[in-house]
């Protein structure tokens, strides 16, 4: 396996360390036609990241929760569960968590023998595939490119605790609570107020942005730049958005910010164009 | 129908084993039966705050372990017909029981008594799991501080990703001259960043830390504080009554902050 990294202490600069931009939303649930499919990580992948099995399942629920509107009550559901060990209890669970969606779970595509097994004797169709799992629906090959995904739309508050990542833009409609992140690698939208975490472009793209409607965030993060708030709050509150300049992350009102300002790729940054 | 309800806040020390206390003991008074569940093992308090430590004999994991029945280890209180507890084990850890384990206590609880009230440990982990593993409601009790209100905030994510939908929340310890002051957080400040809704607010009291150590439930007292007010106010709206809230500022108001209030200052 590999080794087990080291620490150091030795704060050389402010820019943020790969692995952050890197780890993304460990569930995936994208349509494909008629089916939706769902995607588990790899067993490697968890361990690696070293995520639990909770927070495989809590985001699972974040994603079925969100994305409600996109596909239409009673589509089957086709589970990818790659090289993961599940038990029925856990078969179980899934399909139970899925129907409260009104989801049904039908096909359960896997490489390990056991799984493939108890996904039979629960009545689900098996797909036992070989253990090289890159062959899969050609899913793998996909996460790994540099393609957007969908946007993700929320439609609760991202609470404390709570991270949410996704390869492509993230709208929540709710807040952003102090303690939770939004980390996205498209542009990231608040419909409410921001006072988490919001990471945008996350994959190092410095054009996304990051709109609420009440900015007070702990920290603004876009690509390979951070930014704390200013710590006093304007006296009145107004929608804003934040974006990448030449000097670094700024705050303009949201309403004419498509209108004046314009993205130059000689500076990375956007500029005022008035 | 009988119903679940767990005391929880995440952060400790904000006052969730007083609320269940005094929750519990104005249940019962106003006639209802009330089973009140620690289920904090390894750290349990419940039983002093009721007065009921010398009368505990047989706990939750001697009922799991099949040593008693349910009904043996129910402590019965003799101030109020209709409250009992069950006492949680004090040499165990909490590693001990297992969710299915409660879930299986509480909804036998469940058959015998109007509310089942569960007092969940401080922190999100086996404890916590345990505590709302029946529960169909949660009562979220917090103070007016960032640390409180933040963990709040976190254990209700928990909760709201277990499906329990119901929550509501009290503020506890509020102290209204330093909200008038600006020196902490307001009610609204706190309801505004949880987005639930609000059961009770309960202001801070040094006659609390007094019944506490004398194993009373302030509710039961004769002259009723402000506290006990509130506490009963909470255990009214719990069964469905519409009670204004009171309000504290009030005490606190002069002409200033009056007119002050009045051109929305």
């Not at chain 1, 929320?154 to 949410?164: D, M």
């Not at chain 1, 990231?188 to 965030?217: D, K, S, T």
């Not at chain 2, 002051?181 to 987005?195: A, F, I, T, Y």
Request: hydrophobic fraction near 45%; glycine fraction near 8%.
């Amino acid at each position: 396996m590999t080794s087990e990294s080291t620490f150091s202490i030795d704060i050389t600069d402010d820019s943020l360390s790969p692995p952050l931009v890197a780890r993304y939303s460990q569930v995936l649930l994208k349509s494909e036609g008629e089916k939706l499919l769902l995607i588990l990580p790899t067993e490697q992948e968890m361990k690696l990241n070293l995520i639990p099995w909770s927070e495989v399942w809590q985001e699972l629920k974040h994603h079925l929760q969100g994305k409600e509107q996109s596909w239409q009550a009673g589509s089957s559901v086709s589970l990818i569960a790659r090289d993961q060990l599940l038990d029925a209890r856990q078969l179980h669970k899934i399909a139970e968590t899925l129907s409260e969606v009104e989801l049904g779970l039908e096909w359960v595509y896997t490489s390990r023998r056991q799984t493939a097994v108890a996904a039979a004797a629960a009545g689900y169709s098996v797909e036992q595939q070989s253990s090289h799992p890159q062959s899969l629906v050609g899913v793998a090959e996909e996460t790994k490119s540099l393609v957007l995904e969908e946007p993700l739309y929320l439609q609760n508050t991202i609470r404390s605790g709570v991270e949410v990542r996704h390869r492509g833009t993230i709208i929540v409609l709710g807040d952003v609570n102090p303690g939770g992140a939004a980390i996205a690698a498209g542009d990231i939208f608040v419909w409410g107020r921001l006072r988490g975490i919001a990471h945008a472009g996350a994959q190092g793209n410095r054009q996304c942005r990051i709109m609420a409607l009440q900015m007070e965030p702990k920290q603004l993060r876009i690509a390979d730049m951070v930014a704390r708030a200013p710590k006093f709050l304007p006296d009145h509150v107004e929608p804003e958005v934040a974006y990448v300049t030449s000097e670094g992350i700024r705050l303009a009102k949201a309403m004419d910010f498509a209108k004046t300002h314009s993205y130059s790729k000689e500076v990375e940054g956007w500029k005022d164009s008035f | 129908m009988s119903r679940i309800i767990v005391v929880t806040s995440g952060k400790g020390g904000v006052g969730k084993t007083t609320v269940t206390s005094n929750l519990g003991a104005a249940l019962a008074r106003s006639g209802c039966t009330v089973a009140l569940v620690d289920a904090d093992f390894g750290l349990r308090n419940l039983d002093l705050l009721l007065g009921l430590e010398e009368r505990v004999v047989y706990t939750a994991l001697d009922v799991l372990a099949g040593e008693c029945r349910l009904a043996q280890a129910l402590v019965k209180d003799k101030r109020l017909k209709g409250l009992v507890l069950l006492p949680a084990a004090q040499n165990r850890s909490k590693e001990s029981v297992q969710p299915e384990q409660m879930k299986k206590i509480v909804d036998a609880l469940a058959k015998g008594y109007d509310y089942i009230i569960v007092d969940c440990p401080a922190g999100i982990e086996m404890g916590f799991r345990n505590a709302i593993a029946a529960a169909k409601e949660a009562l979220i009790v917090t103070t007016p501080e960032v640390a409180a209100v933040r963990d709040a905030d976190r254990v209700i994510g928990l909760l709201e990703a277990e499906g329990i939908d119901n929550i509501n929340l009290i503020v506890n310890r509020l102290k209204p001259g330093m909200v008038q002051d600006n020196k902490m957080m307001s009610v609204e400040d706190v309801l505004e960043l949880l987005g639930v809704s609000l059961i009770g607010v309960v202001p801070d009291d040094e006659r609390v830390i007094v019944a506490t150590n004398k194993g009373e439930p302030l509710v039961l007292y004769e002259d009723s504080s402000l506290p006990a007010i509130a506490f009963t106010n909470i255990a009214r709206r719990l069964q469905g009554e519409k009670v204004p809230f009171l309000d504290f500022m009030a005490a606190h108001d002069n002409l200033l902050t009056r007119i002050r209030r009045m051109f929305g200052g």
